[in-house]
C-alpha cells in the first residue's frame, strides 16, 4: 500500500512539474514573439508620448491611493505577479470558472493592456507573467502606477485618467478630490457597469467599497467614509 501511495505521489509530482513547465516554457515562447514584433520599452514610449498621458506629478495622490487600495493594496510590497492567480490560469484548462474568479495585480493588468491581451486563456495569463517581470525589473512601481492609469478604461470610451478626469468631472488629475478620486478608481473593475453617464447608482455603491478599502489602507479613516460619500463632485 505505501509503495502505490508513493509511486502515485511521484506520478502526481511528475505531472505538476511538467504541466508548470508547459506553462511557463509556452508562456515564455510567445513572450518572445509578442515583444520581437514591438518591444515593451517600445510600447511604454508610445504610451508616453500620446497627446494625454499625465505624469505622476500630476496626479492627484488620492487617484493613486484610491487605485491601490481597490485594486492592489500590496503594490509596493510585492513582486508584481499574484501566484494564486497564476495557479488558478493553469488550472483553469480544467475549470474556466477559476481563470476568471482570479484578481491580477497592477502591473499585471498593465502588461494586459499594453499588449491588448484581453482574452481568457492560459496563454494569455503566462505571456502575462513575462510582460509584469519585465516591468517590475525595469520600472519603479510609481511608474507602473503612472502608466497604469494612463491606459486602463475608465468606461464611455474614456481611456487613462486624463481623458476620465476631464470627460466626467473636468477636473485636471492633479485636482482631484478624494470624493472625486474614490469615484473614478472603481470603474475600472467594471467599466461598463460603472461608468458614470448611465450607471451611476452603481458607481455611487462602488465609490463606497473604495472608500472603506482606503480607509483598511490607512489612507482615510473610517469616520470620515461618509462624508466623502456623500460630497458633492
Excluded at 506553462?23 to 514573439?33: A, D, R, T, V
Excluded at 508616453?48 to 493594496?73: F, G, K, Q
Excluded at 465609490?207 to 489602507?217: D, G
Aim: glycine residues 6%.
Amino acid at each position: 500500500m505505501k509503495k502505490l501511495v508513493k509511486f502515485i505521489f511521484k506520478l502526481l509530482l511528475i505531472l505538476i512539474i511538467g504541466f508548470v513547465g508547459v506553462f511557463f516554457g509556452k508562456g515564455y515562447w510567445n513572450y518572445l514573439q509578442l515583444t520581437d514584433t514591438k518591444s515593451v520599452d517600445e510600447v511604454v514610449n508610445e504610451v508616453r508620448t500620446s497627446p494625454y498621458y499625465v505624469d505622476y506629478d500630476d496626479i492627484s495622490p488620492n487617484l493613486i491611493r484610491a487605485t491601490i487600495a481597490i485594486e492592489d493594496r500590496r503594490f509596493y510590497d510585492h513582486g508584481g505577479f499574484d501566484y494564486i492567480g497564476l495557479v488558478r490560469a493553469a488550472i483553469s484548462q480544467f475549470d474556466e470558472d477559476l481563470l476568471t474568479s482570479g484578481g491580477s495585480t497592477i502591473t499585471q493588468q498593465l502588461a494586459k493592456n499594453l499588449y491588448g491581451m484581453f482574452e481568457s486563456s492560459w496563454d494569455r495569463k503566462s505571456t502575462e507573467f513575462f510582460v509584469a517581470r519585465y516591468l517590475e525589473k525595469h520600472y519603479s512601481k510609481n511608474e507602473i502606477i503612472t502608466l497604469y492609469v494612463n491606459v486602463i478604461n475608465y468606461g464611455n470610451n474614456y481611456t487613462g485618467i486624463y481623458e476620465a478626469s476631464m470627460g466626467y468631472l473636468d477636473t485636471l488629475p492633479e485636482d482631484l478630490t478624494v470624493a472625486q478620486a474614490s469615484l473614478l478608481a472603481g470603474i475600472p473593475q467594471s467599466p461598463s457597469h460603472y461608468e458614470l453617464v448611465n450607471h451611476f447608482t452603481q458607481a455611487k455603491q462602488k465609490q463606497y467599497a473604495v472608500l472603506k478599502a482606503m480607509a483598511e489602507c490607512g489612507y482615510i479613516s473610517e469616520s470620515d467614509i461618509e462624508t466623502y460619500y456623500n460630497a458633492s463632485v
